[in-house]
């Protein structure tokens, strides 16, 4: 699944974030976008700082922008670093007309370097190699080293773990949609994390992609996306004891019919805290360039407004709960085709949000399909003035229509500072 535009997890905000927010857009301390895709979160060794490597993305270029870094010491607040790996005008793998997907990077003892390893490819995914690059120091720059095929296979969404209780590192990959391929491996790294070494496990035939692990004291559990391209769909769990197996059958992890909150997985995270280790999911809400679906909000013609908001005079998150009436129809399975609009998927609806009747500042929110009578949430930072405040919602003009979607319920939190 080719990822775009935000990931679930971690936080926005602003010089000084205070809440992590699922689902929101999030800023660094410049005030910029966060643009880092589809990537994976590194602790830092030697400070303890997170570090998070994700896609760069760039308006009119879907692919080959390089690899971005923010830090960060709380997963709220975030600093832009620069370009880890930057692409090389004319380079045969790393050049802006190719494939950067996924990068994770892991700290080598023996090397004393920063490894950073990703699925690397062409333009028409016909490569499958995974690209390998280092550093002396974590947020780079990166240089390229090499791509190639893992142990003569091939090699798509890209995925890293490291044992915390032996401090292996492994390798893992779906190996494409070719009737040879529709396995996810995990295959163990070198001591050096710069070559893989042998297959620890092959999901055989089950056809997903996006892996990650979260290891917890007694177990494995291995969380895997189906393969539906923007589509979302319902990520689904191994379990084992072992690395080597014996790995249980699937199950999904998400509450059913909300398609992991309409995420896609892509890394995980274990925080050991004073009080408790808390296990986090790293997921990509992705989004389409137009095309929405049908909804009782059309246009600015038809709108609700929610007064009496109490304001603090700084920007404030707001999430507005919905739900999608449509029941676009899709599943789980490649082949699976929405059921509406005649056969045409869409992803999204799209509502304007005014707050004091102030348009000429119009806020957009995404809504992502649901299924029927299952609520979901966006959130939105809003700057809404001390005292009372409304919130006006309508429908904006989404690529197909004006429509938005049912809404629930608006919560208002406190301001972050």
Known sequence: MRTSLVSLLLAAGAAHAKYIVPGGR???????????????VTVDPETGKFFWFGEYKIEGQEEGGGVT?????DLATWTYEGLALEPIEGHPYISTEHIIQRPKVAY????????????????????????????????????????????GNWSQDFGMFTDY???????????????????????????????????????????????TIIQTEKSYYALMSHKTGYRPNNVVAFRADSLAGPWSQPWIVAPLNTRTY??????????????????????????ASNGVIVTGIYGNDSTVTFEGIEGTGKDQWVSFYYQNTDDMGFGDQPGGSPDRIGGKWQLRRVSSVVVNGDTENVQTLYQRDTHKGI???????LPLKEGQNTITVG???NGFDFKGADLDKIIVYPAEE
Do not use: C
């Open 26 to 40: 999030w800023h660094d301390t410049d005030g910029n976008l966060i643009n880092a895709h589809a990537g994976g």
């Open 69 to 73: 870094v923010y830090s960060s010491e």
């Open 108 to 151: 080598s003892e023996s090397a004393d370097q920063y490894h950073m390893w990703w699925h690397a490819d062409n333009s028409s995914y016909g490569w499958l190699l995974q690209g390998f690059a280092t550093a002396d120091t974590i947020a780079g720059p990166y240089t390229f080293v090499n791509a190639t095929a893992p142990l």
């Open 165 to 211: 209780k032996d401090g292996k590192t492994y390798s893992l990959y779906s190996n494409g949609d070719r009737k040879e391929g529709r396995d996810v491996y995990l295959t163990s790294f070198n001591d050096e994390i710069s070559e893989l070494d042998e297959v620890i496990h092959r999901w055989d035939k089950f056809d997903l992609e996006a892996p």
């Open 262 to 287: 309409n995420s896609q997985s892509g890394f995980s995270l274990r925080i050991v805290g004073e009080k408790k280790t808390t296990y986090l999911y790293l997921g990509d809400q992705n989004f």
């Open 375 to 381: 609520i979901l949430s966006t959130p939105l930072l």
């Open 395 to 397: 429908g904006l003009d």
